[in-house]
């Protein structure tokens, strides 16, 4: 070991500098603040630490006592030592969050083979499980960030409310809802109040209102929710806009044919419940003994199948908004 410079506890000061997913950060400020679902890098830079091929010089990344976290998932995994070879410049470990609890935990780094440096500073934690903190609902629907997708209408209004469960630790917190995936084009969906707006988490919880009375084009964007305190972005919910919810009429139709040839023509035809016209593009399954395919309506709301042969033909339409089959 180079006996010139002597170790203390300020050599994780003067010899390493932590990032957080590529990001530099002070020691004094180090911490994780994670989601359920999250996963994080954890880079300890080292490029001119005269410890570089130190033969005792093997880092490990552990627990504090007693600040153990559940259900986090470490790369390399914890307690393995790993050598600051010659050449290298840094070591990284990727720490994962899936199905973790909310909770606190946390770490250090050490150097064991060198017994006279104390560990590192520690590297404090928070998990958010969100479906432990909040309660989701898309109108009368119970969702989640990350969770399945919700399905808009064309013509209706619908509502995004976000509440924070008793206890959460989220109740009084500034959050802001967002764009994930944002539509390639034109929406025609008024959102209030505007995405991006710094909201407070009352008890009450927050409402937004998704306005789709004036939208025609089938479009997927998706939404996910920023804890502005710690900069965390939520996974997202995903959205469909399109005729989600529809009526259905349906009509069979006898034909004649040279000289004395009979056949059928079964119709179907979706109406938005919403706004009371044709519902194109709705998506109708069509069951033909026994055997599944799909057809999507015309302008007319219309899916036509012909049968020449006596066939069973069930055709049906699925409201992604509702779950229901008509």
């Not at 709301?301 to 066939?311: F, P, Q, R, T």
């Amino acid at each position: 070991m180079n006996t010139k410079t002597m170790p203390s506890s300020e050599t994780w000061m003067q010899e390493f500098t932590p990032y957080v997913n590529g990001q530099r950060v002070k020691w004094p400020d180090l911490a994780l603040n994670l989601l359920e679902g999250d996963e994080c890098t954890l880079t300890l830079d080292y490029e001119y630490s005269w410890l570089i091929g130190d033969p005792f010089a093997f880092i490990t990344l552990q627990y504090q006592y007693g600040q153990e976290g559940r259900g986090l998932v470490f790369d390399p995994p914890l307690m393995q030592v790993i050598k600051m070879a010659e050449g290298t410049t840094s070591l990284s470990w990727t720490i994962k969050t899936d199905g973790a609890p909310s909770g606190t935990f946390g770490l250090e780094f050490s150097i064991p083979l060198i017994t006279e440096l104390p560990v590192s500073p520690p590297v404090p934690g928070t998990i958010l499980n969100l479906a432990q903190e909040l309660d989701v609902k898309f109108d009368e629907f119970d969702v989640a960030f990350g969770g399945g997708g919700v399905f808009p209408c064309h013509g209706a209004k619908h509502t995004l409310t976000v509440r924070p469960k008793p206890a959460s630790k989220l109740l009084d917190k500034p959050i802001k809802l967002q764009w994930e995936k944002a539509p390639g084009a034109n929406l025609g969906v008024a959102i209030t109040p505007a995405l991006g707006k710094e909201e407070v988490l009352t008890k009450e919880g927050k409402t937004w209102e998704l306005d789709c009375l004036n939208s025609s084009r089938n479009m997927d964007f998706s939404l996910q929710m920023t804890l502005v305190e710690s900069g965390s972005t939520s996974s997202p919910i995903a959205m469909s806009l399109a005729h989600n919810l529809v009526s259905v009429e349906r009509r069979i139709k006898e034909h004649w044919g040279h000289p004395d040839l009979t056949w059928y023509s079964h119709h179907i035809i979706a109406t938005s419940v919403f706004l009371k016209k044709p519902a194109s593009e709705v998506l109708v399954t069509i069951v033909r003994d026994g055997r599944d395919s799909y057809l999507k309506a015309d302008s007319n709301g219309e899916v036509v199948v012909n049968n020449h042969n006596g066939a069973s033909i069930k055709m049906s339409v699925l409201n992604y908004y509702s779950g229901v089959v008509v």
